[in-house]
């Protein structure tokens, strides 16, 4: 084991900024790196157990938004926010996933419990969320304060995302 720390926090729930954060895990403990993933606000969704399988992708406010099938092809932004758009952006990730063959995140974070790493939930989230232990992901070591996390990430390298 590394004597090197990594801190991800995890503050969006979109499905493509899920697998950033759970990707770096996977790296950082693969590199034998002690690892913590705090979950945040809208990051929360990733490990909760009614969210974390149907995590959504959408064009809004995606300024790189292309079809990577159609190299060149720029769909204008308002398209985005037509009925049944992020429900066909999502169906096209999450394709372009299954056809890489890369775990879903549920299973990214088994790899990720199984290794070692930790998940913490953000305390003031919960709270406002209304959760309950129940309602998470079982490998989520506690819901600890940001006072908390801090102390627990004293002299890592922090991601943000």
């Not at 157990?49 to 809004?60: E, P, R, W, Y």
Request: include cysteine; charge should be negative; glycine fraction near 10%.
């Amino acid at each position: 084991m590394s004597d090197r720390k990594i801190a991800i926090i995890c503050s969006k729930g979109n499905l493509d900024m899920a697998y950033p954060g759970l990707i770096l895990a996977n790296a950082a403990l693969s590199e034998g790196i002690e690892t913590h993933i705090f979950f945040t606000f809208w990051g929360f969704d990733m490990v909760n157990k009614d969210h974390m399988d149907s995590l959504k992708f959408t064009m809004v406010g995606n300024t790189a938004m292309h079809m990577p099938q159609a190299p060149g092809l720029k769909i204008p932004h308002m398209l985005g926010a037509l009925p049944g758009m992020t429900e066909f952006a999502t169906r096209m990730m999450r394709g372009q996933i299954d056809d890489l063959d890369i775990p879903t995140v549920p299973e990214m974070l088994d790899q990720i419990t199984a290794a070692g790493g930790h998940l913490w939930g953000c305390r003031m989230t919960f709270d406002m969320l209304g959760l309950t232990m129940a309602d998470l992901y079982e490998g989520v070591d506690a819901v600890i304060s940001a006072n908390d996390f801090i102390e627990i990430s004293e002299g890592a390298q922090i991601i943000f995302i």
